[in-house]
């Protein structure tokens, strides 16, 4: 079956660093995203990994280890605006996402 | 870019009427558009994948004659829900992938649907 893990929730502070880490098992593997939700709003891409290795973008970084089914997303210089869900989604063979129920993360002053 | 606008942003209804929610991709075409449904804090549950001009893909469990989608263009895709009765209020999300350029899904704001 296809499955994703990840922390229900997690809690940092203002302007610290935050990893939230990522495991999955699917059908087939093209690429992994990571998406950011905030409440009642509809989700934003983020990052897209389908190679080995660390994606920088300004704050936000995202690693992905293929032979370990792995990922992580790293935040730094944590504002409050980052409170919000982040999602986990790897593509399949058939190119669907699966999508779990992702991080909710909380920021505090 | 890689704008995707949805209409209406929330619609409130009697049980029994029928709404349409269209989703549009602003500046791409968009082969695949998605169709998704979200309770509060739950995981995106895909409803079906609409390809342009082909008839929409459901998923196991998704009623197609309740939930008619049309995908007439590269730019344009519709969710009508037929006959709404109370169980079907929630959020849905509509997504777009762009061609030949990544994989990614951008979605739209999402329409709060809300039967009475």
């Known amino acids: 079956g296809q499955n994703i893990d990840q922390p229900t929730e997690m809690t940092a502070t203002e302007g610290a660093i935050v990893q939230i880490n990522c495991t999955y098992q699917t059908s087939g593997f093209n690429g992994l995203f990571w998406y950011q939700q905030h409440a009642g709003e509809a989700p934003t891409f983020l990052s897209y990994n389908v190679l080995d290795g660390l994606e920088e973008k300004g704050r936000f970084s995202s690693f992905l280890s293929r032979s370990k089914g792995y990922s992580y997303l790293l935040l730094k210089e944590l504002q409050m605006k980052d409170s919000a869900s982040y999602l986990c989604a790897p593509m399949d063979s058939n190119y669907q996402l699966i999508w779990g129920a992702g991080t909710k993360l909380i920021i505090k002053p | 870019g890689a704008v995707v606008s949805q209409h209406p942003s929330r619609v409130i209804c009697k049980s029994g009427t029928s709404v349409k929610i269209e989703c549009r991709s602003l500046?791409?075409?968009?082969?695949?558009m998605f169709w998704y449904r979200q309770f509060p804090k739950k995981s995106l549950m895909l409803m079906a994948t609409?390809?342009?001009?082909?008839?929409?893909?459901?998923e196991q469990g998704v009623e197609k004659d309740k939930f008619l989608i049309n995908h007439a263009s590269l730019t344009l895709s519709t969710l009508t829900v037929t006959s709404a009765h109370p169980e079907d209020s929630s959020f849905y999300i509509c997504?777009?992938?762009?061609?030949?350029?990544?994989?990614?899904?951008?979605f739209g704001p999402g329409t709060r649907l809300l039967v009475l």
């Open positions: 609409s390809n342009e001009g082909s008839k929409a893909t459901y």
């Open positions: 500046d791409f075409q968009a082969t695949t």
């Open positions: 997504s777009a992938r762009v061609v030949g350029i990544d994989w990614a899904q951008y």
